[in-house]
């Protein structure tokens, strides 16, 4: 296996950085196009969690889903869209970011948010999480663990915290419908027309610690 990992196309077509083997840039390149994940949220011991309004979710709602999940990464930058097209109400949420110093940085998520980056755990590993443990992470914070486990296939796994207490997990297992997600999948319930992404997603709910 080469040292690093370089994605180019046509010359007409964008020319993708090199990127060394396990790194953040690498995995984001690995990850790139549209997913299935089949989503199912369970209590800390493990027993079945039928909705996760009481836990405190950021997008709470019933047990098990379907989300689309689109992963556009040219690079440079992320912009990572979820949208809900089976088990809860059709709902579309985009986060972005971009490669700063070797990891992925987060664009905020609202005023008084902790910031959030992307880091490497190995080939086709990555972890979503606070940069740092601060008052704002005892507000909100969701660790997420992504992991590629065979061609065209992925897990992506969560523990959500609330007022600083673990509250509930989120397992999404992930089969890739496309190589690309520059438009929106048949399955997508807003439509085949129009922007894959969404305006950035920001919250409040950190807005009192401003």
Known sequence: MSEHLTINNSPTETDYPTFPIGSVGYNLMMMRGTWHDQVELFHLDGRPLEDDTAAGSGTPGP????????LDFDGHTLKLTNVHFRGRKPTAKTFTGRL??????????????????????????????????????????????????????????????????ATRTLTARGTRLSPTCDRRHALDPRGIEGPVHETPFHSSIWAHLC
Do not use: W
Not at 63 to 69: A, K, Y
Not at 107 to 131: C, K, Q, R
Not at 132 to 147: Q, S, W
């Open 100 to 165: 700063r110093d070797d990891l992925l940085v987060f664009d905020p998520l609202g005023p008084g948010a902790y910031e959030n980056i992307g880091v490497s755990g190995g080939v086709g590993i990555l972890t979503f999480n606070a940069l740092e443990l601060n008052t704002a992470c005892k507000v909100y914070m969701e660790p997420d663990f992504i992991i590629l486990t065979a061609p065209g296939q992925r897990v992506r796994h969560t523990v959500l915290y609330r007022d600083g207490v």
């Open 63 to 70: 047990s098990p889903f379907d989300n689309l999940v689109y």
